[in-house]
């Protein structure tokens, strides 16, 4: 099953089969910002810890797994939903806008190979516009706000302060809108949302929107972008 969102049935089914798709996927990638690095009130102490988790939504979950797959240092990414009742973790009802859940993105990472300001600055820089609210792209609905669900106290602290700087920096056109909401539990997605970007390269809605994304996490975070992405089901093939 190949889950449909009402942008994909219009015109742009055509667009992406011609060049004027291409120019579109050029724009969309010199949109995306080189954002300042989180800058600590005093330096953090090496972590020891061999994994650290954090959750994280920015619109369709798609685009947001397929750019932390391509990551040096995350060893998971899962599609999921975070913010509302295990009851309602499901696709129909989280599509309804009405469940409290945001589809959610659970990276798993190494903090000794890759920080997690580091994670934040990707996710800020080329996930996703953290100044749209409920909204990403063709995307509308408080299920696709920006959010972000720490797992310690510390990572909420990071987060406040690191869009603190940003809002102070004036790093993007307009106030960042994420959200920090601490406590939430993940529920992960149904399978055929998992590794969606690397199995239907070729899907218009990944061609539009997703993988400018990952263009831009290559060309902006050279250092950290990985070739060979970390997928949850193992498969490769396009279909």
């Known amino acids: 099953m190949i889950a449909r969102r009402p942008f994909l049935l219009t015109a742009?089914?055509?667009?992406?089969?011609?060049?004027?798709?291409?120019?579109?996927?050029?724009?969309?990638?010199?949109?995306?910002?080189?954002i300042p690095p989180f800058e600590p009130a005093a330096p953090d102490a090496p972590s020891q810890a061999a994994e650290e988790v954090v959750v994280l939504a920015g619109g369709c979950?798609?685009?947001?797994?397929?750019?932390?797959?391509?990551?040096?240092?995350?060893?998971s990414a899962v599609s999921g939903y975070?913010?509302?009742?295990?009851?309602t973790a499901q696709y129909e009802q989280v599509g309804s806008g009405t469940t409290g859940h945001a589809e959610s993105v659970r990276v798993?990472?190494?903090?000794?190979?890759?920080?997690?300001?580091?994670?934040?600055?990707?996710?800020?820089?080329?996930?996703?516009?953290p100044t749209q609210l409920n909204r990403q792209g063709p995307d509308?609905?408080?299920q696709y706000r920006s959010a972000i669900f720490p797992t310690t106290t510390e990572q909420a602290a990071t987060a406040k302060a690191y869009i603190a700087q940003l809002n102070q920096a004036r790093a993007f056109g307009a106030a960042i809108v994420t959200k920090i909401e601490k406590d939430?539990?993940?529920?992960?997605?149904?399978l055929y949302h998992q590794d969606f970007l690397t199995r239907h390269p070729t899907h218009p809605y990944i061609v539009y929107n997703d993988?400018?994304?990952?263009?831009?996490?290559?060309?902006?975070?050279?250092?950290?972008?990985?070739?060979e992405p970390v997928l949850v089901n193992g498969a490769k093939s396009a279909s």
């Open 12 to 34: 742009l089914g055509a667009l992406a089969a011609g060049g004027l798709a291409l120019r579109m996927r050029a724009n969309a990638a010199e949109e995306a910002r080189v």
């Open 61 to 75: 979950f798609w685009g947001v797994q397929g750019v932390f797959q391509h990551v040096k240092g995350v060893t």
């Open 82 to 87: 975070a913010g509302g009742e295990k009851s």
């Open 108 to 129: 798993v990472f190494d903090p000794r190979q890759i920080s997690y300001a580091k994670i934040l600055q990707i996710f800020f820089s080329v996930a996703h516009d």
């Open 140 to 142: 509308s609905g408080p």
């Open 184 to 190: 939430k539990v993940f529920y992960p997605a149904e």
């Open 211 to 227: 993988l400018p994304k990952i263009d831009d996490l290559k060309r902006i975070f050279a250092n950290e972008f990985r070739a």
